[in-house]
T-cell receptor
Framework: DAGVIQSPRHEVTEMGQEVTLRCKPISGHNSLFWYRQTMMRGLELLIY????????DSGMPEDRFSAKMPNASFSTLKIQPSEPRDSAVYFCASSDPLAASYNEQFFGPGTRLTVL | QKEVEQNSGPLSVPEGAIASLNCTYSDRGSQSFFWYRQYSGKSPELIMF????GDKEDGRFTAQLNKASQYVSLLIRDSQPSDSATYLCAVKNTGNQFYFGTGTSLTVIP
């Protein structure tokens, strides 16, 4: 398996622009997580989906952020409009709760977002 | 109060020594505890998980859990330079939510 795939790997944009991050989970995994990582705040859970349905979006910082999972193999995280404080590494992770009791999450390589 | 707290370090140990990493959590009902390793510029990878009070050993790694004290630790024996990374403690709480600490940076000096 190719693992969790994220694109783009790097994104540089200007304040006010729309940014869309993409994620393809591991085939067969039915849970998908979006995280944001910064030096100051560490790894923060933004939202997670189970069977394509958003279960907990309490970590989404504000209305500028939205996430969708139209099918089991694709998810997007959109920021509109982007701000410099959104600069971070965004990780997508997937898991299969039925495969192991400890519910290991497999992380993608991340998208490094810089908002100028 | 943060859900999961770790000393940010940096922690430096000589090669061959024992590295001890610590983590505390706030939700007393939490049941699953994880240690992830993250190399610079890479994504986190799971190295240990523990559910029950006590010790769990896997090779050079030992995870220790004390639910009464809400404390979980990771010991790395015979530390190697390749162990140099940031170690993230993660907790799955009663709400089935994952919380990560900010990580402890470990450097193993040859």
């Amino acid at each position: 398996d190719a693992g969790v795939i994220q694109s783009p790997r790097h994104e540089v944009t200007e304040m006010g622009q729309e940014v869309t991050l993409r994620c393809k989970p591991i085939s067969g995994h039915n849970s998908l997580f979006w995280y944001r990582q910064t030096m100051m705040r560490g790894l923060e859970l933004l939202i997670y989906f189970n069977n394509n349905v958003p279960i907990d979006d309490s970590g989404m910082p504000e209305d500028r952020f939205s996430a969708k999972m139209p099918n089991a193999s694709f998810s997007t995280l959109k920021i509109q409009p982007s701000e410099p404080r959104d600069s971070a590494v965004y990780f997508c992770a997937s898991s299969d709760p039925l495969a192991a009791s400890y519910n290991e999450q497999f992380f993608g390589p991340g998208t490094r977002l810089t908002v100028l | 109060q943060k859900e999961v707290e770790q000393n940010s370090g940096p922690l430096s140990v000589p090669e061959g020594a024992i590295a001890s990493l610590n983590c505390t959590y706030s939700d007393r009902g939490s049941q699953s505890f994880f240690w992830y390793r993250q190399y610079s510029g890479k994504s986190p990878e799971l190295i240990m998980f523990i559910y029950s009070n006590g010790d769990k050993e896997d090779g050079r790694f030992t995870a220790q859990l004390n639910k009464a004290s809400q404390y979980v630790s990771l010991l790395i024996r015979d530390s190697q330079p390749s162990d140099s990374a940031t170690y993230l403690c993660a907790v799955k709480n009663t709400g089935n939510q994952f919380y990560f600490g900010t990580g402890t940076s470990l450097t193993v000096i040859p």
